[in-house]
């Protein structure tokens, strides 16, 4: 042992003078921090010191170590309908509780257009082995599916062309697949109005029906807002209805023009499902993806089956949170109107900012808000400050995106874009606008 030592004492006085300080003193540390050890005591036996190894905590204090603690297990943040503030055209043209509808875009499948609203992957496979076709959609397909209490999927309804529909509901040994032939025939009309009174009830009173009238106002969402059109206001709307037996089975809007303020508004569908104005642009405003100049690291994934590791219930996550310091500043990802900027108990200060009349972005736990209710932003904009209020046990923000009052993963959801035709699409595009657009004049 002393030859040993005396080798090594040897060898370090043979190094230059810099490195035997450098070894020398992480030796030191080193030494220090083996010898230091924090002891907890407590009376063991009388008056014996004793090492705690193992301490029993609450429930309630168990919950505030989980990774999900950042956002409250009990008690949820206001639904999405309770931000909005009334409105005749949502409650005129309101949908069916639980459906969503979707337009099939370049890349899409059903799995990844399904999963980013959380449907289970094994929905997804018994749908496909009901009906194989399902894994080639075609862009302009449009998909409709209801879902049921607990968020499982209940129907799904493909609309393959304007002739054919097949629908799949959910049976005991997974989905049975069924399908319709339209057999009528497709006339396009025009339907003229003018406003005295409500967008809803004029248009009703001009001949179009509820799906028609939401179908308007879906393509001129992003244009202008329907609770602001004042009397005397003039649309012309052109559809294609299918007529069967002197009677309408089913209608698709081919272009519609709004006249309010002496300026005209315009929509058409092209070939893709979606709407263009009259150059081919595409009318949705673009979204970002995330909500900050960066992007941080995400401290809980969005899950609407997540369980509460404590009462044992579903406890769904309808965000993402991401973990960033207190007063890093929060922005809109998408041009809209502040619906919602108050304190929201655990959703701590918040802000909610609608899109369009189908999307809707909530921002929660903030430290301070910089817009006000009604006051309108672009994207990009600045709209509060990062902070850990409400129930919240870390610095973070809590990010959510609704589509049709349906949450929908923020981190996956097919956004709006920025898009326009091109090529021949647009050439094609252009020929139909000059053949709608002389239909839609109000023959003055």
């Known amino acids: 042992?002393?030859?040993?030592?005396?080798?090594?004492?040897?060898?370090?006085?043979?190094?230059?003078?810099?490195?035997?300080?450098?070894?020398?003193?992480?030796?030191?540390?080193?030494?220090?921090?083996?010898?230091?050890?924090?002891?907890?005591?407590?009376?063991?036996?009388?008056?014996?010191?004793?090492?705690i190894k193992?301490?029993?905590?609450?429930?309630?204090?168990?919950?505030?170590?989980?990774?999900?603690?950042?956002?409250?297990?009990?008690?949820?943040?206001?639904?999405?309908?309770?931000?909005?503030?009334?409105?005749?055209?949502?409650?005129?043209?309101s949908a069916e509780a639980g459906t969503h509808d979707y337009?099939?875009?370049?890349?899409?499948?059903?799995?990844?257009?399904?999963?980013?609203?959380?449907?289970?992957?094994?929905?997804?496979n018994a749908l496909v082995k009901a009906d194989k076709d399902l894994r080639a959609l075609q862009v302009g397909q449009q998909l409709s599916w209801t879902l049921i209490g607990d968020g499982d999927l209940k129907r799904l309804t493909w609309q393959l062309n304007r002739r054919e529909t097949r629908t799949y509901d959910r049976s005991a040994n997974g989905f049975k697949a069924s399908s319709e032939i339209q057999k009528?025939?497709?006339?396009?009309?025009?339907?003229?109005?003018?406003?005295?009174?409500?967008?809803?009830?004029?248009a009703q009173a001009a001949g179009l029906g509820r799906n028609e009238i939401s179908a308007v106002i879906k393509s001129l969402q992003w244009q202008l807002d329907f609770r602001k059109l004042r009397k005397g206001d003039r649309f012309a709307v052109l559809m294609s209805r299918e007529i069967l037996d002197g009677k309408r089975q089913q209608s698709q809007l081919v272009g519609v023009r709004l006249q309010t303020g002496g300026k005209s508004?315009?929509?058409?569908?092209?070939?893709?499902?979606?709407?263009?104005?009259?150059?081919?642009?595409?009318?949705?405003?673009?979204?970002?993806?995330?909500?900050?100049?960066?992007?941080?690291?995400?401290?809980?994934?969005?899950?609407?089956?997540?369980?509460?590791?404590?009462?044992g219930r579903i406890a769904p996550h309808r965000g993402v949170d991401f973990a960033m310091p207190i007063g890093t500043p929060v922005l809109a990802v998408g041009d809209g109107e502040v619906v919602v900027a108050k304190n929201g108990g655990a959703a701590g200060n918040y802000v909610a900012v609608r899109h369009g009349r189908q999307y809707m972005t909530r921002y929660m736990h903030l430290k301070k808000l910089l817009v006000k209710p009604g006051q309108k932003v672009k994207r990009g904009d600045r709209l509060a400050l990062s902070g850990n209020t409400g129930r919240s046990t870390g610095p973070h923000l809590h990010f959510e995106i609704w589509i049709n009052n349906q949450a929908v993963n923020p981190l996956t959801a097919k956004l709006p874009r920025m898009e326009g035709l091109s090529g021949q699409d647009r050439r094609e595009f252009l020929a139909q606008v000059r053949d709608v657009m002389p239909q839609l004049s109000f023959n003055d």
Not at 11 to 23: E, G, K, Q
Not at 80 to 87: G, N, R, T, V
Not at 185 to 201: A, D, K, M, P
Request: hydrophobic fraction near 35%; glycine fraction near 6%; avoid cysteine.
């Open 1 to 51: 042992m002393q030859q040993i030592a005396r080798s090594v004492a040897i060898a370090f006085n043979t190094l230059p003078r810099p490195h035997r300080v450098m070894l020398g003193s992480l030796t030191v540390i080193t030494l220090a921090v083996a010898v230091w050890r924090p002891f907890v005591y407590h009376p063991d036996n009388g008056d014996t010191p004793g090492v």
């Open 54 to 93: 193992r301490i029993a905590l609450e429930k309630n204090e168990l919950r505030s170590l989980l990774p999900e603690a950042s956002e409250p297990l009990d008690q949820s943040a206001p639904e999405p309908e309770d931000d909005l503030p009334p409105d005749e055209i949502d409650q005129d043209v």
């Open 103 to 124: 337009v099939v875009s370049s890349g899409d499948t059903l799995s990844s257009i399904l999963n980013q609203y959380d449907i289970d992957m094994a929905d997804v």
């Open 184 to 202: 009528g025939e497709w006339q396009n009309q025009v339907v003229r109005g003018q406003l005295n009174g409500s967008f809803v009830t004029s």
């Open 265 to 311: 508004y315009y929509a058409f569908r092209a070939e893709d499902g979606k709407f263009y104005d009259r150059s081919g642009a595409g009318l949705a405003r673009g979204f970002m993806r995330f909500p900050t100049v960066k992007q941080y690291r995400v401290s809980s994934n969005f899950n609407l089956r997540r369980l509460n590791p404590v009462t």
